[in-house]
């Protein structure tokens, strides 16, 4: 459903002298997540300023609220990597972009929490007119981490049978559907009944409730006693364990998040154990050497009603702490999405 205050084009507005974000001075819970009021900058050479409609919020921002990932500058840091929205002035040497341009972005320093942002140009990625600015905000960074980890590190194909674990989340749905599309089949993990129904109804071939089920007994099951050659995982430590369970002889292991906590307790022994197993621990950052391509892949998919972008959670900018703790709670679905008080949530 579209936003009613969503133009279809891209329009420039008079930039204010101030806006609102989210800041945060010390590493810690949600708490530490203030809405404040800033001056707007002005982009440098290389870079534009853009005015976000919808933010996407990921577990990697909770990561780098609490201090998992100690990436941001604190006093005064900003948070978030992920939003669309459409620019409002670019710096000097930028050319591929324009002011009214829609436009999405993955990465940029920690700011997009924020009604404007400073976002380097070669971070850009441009919106297709028929794709919504909330669903290329909830979908850029969850539908590049499934295109890397589908058709780059594994090139999935007709028949292969996979693990994924936290199936029912905003990967998750966007990889049951990719995997469907391309034939292949995914038995997916979840933490209840209800979340297990929907990875089926997104394109599970299986599903396993992790608060019921033991996951490698059922993955014996499921699989004749044959385990699967590959499981996606990002959970981290909670499943690590039980991930190289299912695994089959010569296997891989996937563990892209650390959703549970980073595994710090990890043998290398365990992977000569379980079956001479292989383990990679990728980020999108180095499989990303052709981003608009991988990104035309996605929205072609999106726009053929192959992948759908379920958004179940909506919050208005000034609620980030509530939207971290829905996260926090593992009770989430699909994905998650932040608006500036302009385009709230309460006008849907």
Same mark, same amino acid.
């Given at each position: ?52 409609? #919808? ?16 990436? #941001? ?14 620019? $409002? ?31 380097? #140009? ?29 058709? $780059? ?87 690590? $364990?039980?991930? %190289? ?6 296997? %891989? ?32 950052? +180095?499989?990303?050497? +052709?981003?608009?391509g991988m990104a035309d892949e996605l929205f072609s998919l999106i726009r053929s009603g192959a992948i759908k972008i379920e958004i179940n959670q909506r919050y208005d900018l000034k609620d980030a702490k509530a939207a971290h +703790?829905? %996260? ?18 309460? $006008?849907?």
């Open positions: 459903m579209s936003h009613p205050t969503y133009e279809l084009k891209g329009a420039v507005h008079e930039t204010p002298k101030t806006a609102k974000r989210i800041e945060f001075d010390e590493f810690g819970p949600s708490s530490v997540l203030k809405y404040v009021e800033v001056e707007v900058p002005q982009p440098k050479e290389g870079e534009v300023l853009v005015k976000n409609y #919808a933010i996407g919020v990921n577990f990697i921002d909770t990561y780098q609220r609490s201090g998992l990932y100690r990436v #941001a500058k604190l006093p005064k840091s900003g948070l978030g990597t992920e939003a669309a929205g459409v620019i $409002q002035v670019v710096g000097s040497g930028v050319s591929e972009f324009e002011p009214g341009s829609r436009v999405c972005y993955y990465r940029s320093s920690l700011g997009a929490y924020a009604e404007y942002h400073i976002v380097p #140009a070669s971070a850009l990625v441009k919106i297709p007119d028929d794709i919504d600015y909330d669903i290329a905000a909830a979908s850029i960074l969850k539908g590049l981490t499934v295109h890397y980890l589908l058709r $780059q590190i594994v090139k999935v194909k007709k028949g292969d049978i996979g693990l994924f674990t936290a199936g029912a989340g905003g990967v998750g749905l966007i990889a049951m559907q990719w995997a469907r599309h391309l034939g292949a089949k995914l038995i997916a993990t979840a933490s209840s009944h209800q979340k297990c129904e929907l990875a089926k109804k997104y394109g599970a071939w299986q599903t396993i409730n992790t608060s019921e089920e033991d996951t490698a007994q059922r993955v014996l099951e499921i699989t004749e006693g044959k385990k699967v050659p590959v499981v996606f995982d990002s959970i981290g430590k909670d499943t690590w $364990q039980s991930s %190289l369970k299912c695994l089959s002889r010569r296997g %891989l292991l996937i563990s892209y998040g650390n959703a549970s906590g980073p595994v710090t307790d990890a043998n290398v022994g365990d992977l000569a154990a379980n079956g001479s197993l292989f383990l990679t621990r990728p980020t999108l950052w +180095d499989y990303s050497d +052709d981003v608009p +703790d829905g %996260l926090a709670s593992r009770n989430t679905t699909g994905a998650t999405v932040l608006y500036p008080e302009e385009f709230s949530p309460r $006008q849907f």
